[in-house]
Nanobody, 118 residues
Framework: VQLQASGGGLAQAGGSLRLSCAAS????????MGWYRQAPGEQRELVAT???????NYADSVADRFTISRDNRRNTVYLEMESLKPEDTAVYYC?????????????WGQGTQVTVSS
């Protein structure tokens, strides 16, 4: 499985960005897809996940500002980011995995940089 992320860039505080991540290859359609981020000197952290049925989970820090969605026909996950803050600056990674089966189905994209200026 290959994950290709796009859509990062530079935004001002209060602005918006949209990330996309397309999965290809030997995809299991019930995969959970999600976004994680890693700021310099910090550990990678969960941003949001979404199941194939549309159930979502968000980090508390983004729950009222970010929206995750997916298009199962296109095997693509999106992250709409609004009201961006400088602390949202990080490399954002998409992930596709199966709950309880990450030992054999757990894939990461290459990361896309998001920089929010104050």
């Amino acid at each position: 499985v290959q994950l290709q992320a796009s859509g990062g860039g530079l935004a001002q505080a209060g602005g918006s960005l949209r990330l996309s991540c397309a999965a290809s290859g030997s995809i299991i359609t019930r995969q959970i897809m999600g976004w994680y981020r890693q700021a310099p000197g910090e550990q990678r952290e969960l941003v949001a996940t979404i199941t194939s049925g549309g159930t979502t989970n968000y980090a508390d820090s983004v729950a009222d500002r970010f929206t995750i969605s997916r298009d199962n026909r296109r095997n693509t996950v999106y992250l709409e980011m609004e009201s961006l803050k400088p602390e949202d600056t990080a490399v954002y990674y998409c992930r596709a995995y199966l709950s309880g089966s990450t030992n054999y189905y757990n894939y990461w994209g290459q990361g896309t940089q998001v920089t929010v200026s104050s």
